[in-house]
């Protein structure tokens, strides 16, 4: 069964403290791994989609890394406006189109 | 946000009345889903569709059915509403076949129906 499990559950930062999220997954076959932020009252917001092994992608102050059993999304010298609710999904292959979810992170940082 | 519209946005009703909630894009994707999300689950697959007339069950569809009848329109029914369905429910898009950013596919959401079974 296809798993996906985000630590930690809530991170407090203050403004300009870098730090990462990690995404741990298990699955058969990862055909993609997606990142996303969700404000409170409102639907999740597409940042990533990582495909392999070593790739990165960068967003602002934002950069996810992907290796072979997990995701982190790094945040560089965060800001108040940066705090969300960060989620993590993968697409397993098999021609499924079902994205699996972690529970998400959220993320506060503090002025 | 791939023109992604939910109707309606706020609902409350009762247990055992039937319940449709929306789901309409305007940039003509082939895939829609429907999700619920839960405090201490996350967002769980309800339904998804690959075409009009094309639906298949995710993780959660025991008292959840849907229909496309037209591209743009992905129907959520609950025959008879219950309490443990009150939740958030989010419709979503992939632009599998399309042209993106990333070059491959993308998953968008709408802006969620928050759904409450008194």
């Known amino acids: 069964e296809d798993q996906v499990t985000q630590s930690p559950e809530a991170l407090r930062l203050q403004e300009g403290e870098s730090s990462s999220l990690n995404c741990s997954y298990t699955v058969s076959g990862l055909r993609g791994l997606f990142w996303y932020r969700q404000d409170p009252g409102k639907g999740p917001e597409f940042l990533f989609t990582l495909y392999s092994a070593g790739e990165e992608k960068e967003k602002e102050r934002l950069k996810a890394t992907l290796t072979k059993k997990e995701s982190f999304l790094h945040i560089t010298a965060p800001k108040p406006e940066d705090s969300a609710t960060y989620l993590c999904?993968?697409?397993?292959?098999?021609?499924?189109?079902?994205?699996?979810f972690g529970k998400g992170t959220k993320l506060t940082v503090n002025p | 946000d791939a023109g992604i519209t939910q109707s309606p946005r706020h609902k409350v009703t009762e247990t055992g009345t039937p319940v449709t909630l929306r789901c309409h894009q305007t940039e003509n994707h082939r895939y829609m889903y429907w999700y619920r999300q839960d405090p201490g689950h996350g967002l769980r697959l309800i339904h998804y569709?690959?075409?009009?007339?094309?639906?298949d069950k995710g993780e959660v569809s025991d008292g959840y059915s849907v229909s496309r009848s037209k591209t743009e329109d992905f129907l959520l029914t609950l025959e008879s509403a219950t309490s443990s369905q009150t939740s958030v429910y989010f419709c979503?898009?992939?632009?599998?076949?399309?042209?993106?950013?990333?070059?491959?596919?993308?998953?968008?959401f709408g802006p969620g129906t928050r759904l409450t079974v008194l």
């Open positions: 999904a993968v697409h397993a292959r098999g021609g499924s189109e079902k994205l699996v």
């Open positions: 569709s690959y075409g009009v007339k094309d639906t």
């Open positions: 979503a898009i992939t632009t599998k076949g399309r042209p993106t950013t990333s070059g491959r596919d993308e998953q968008f």
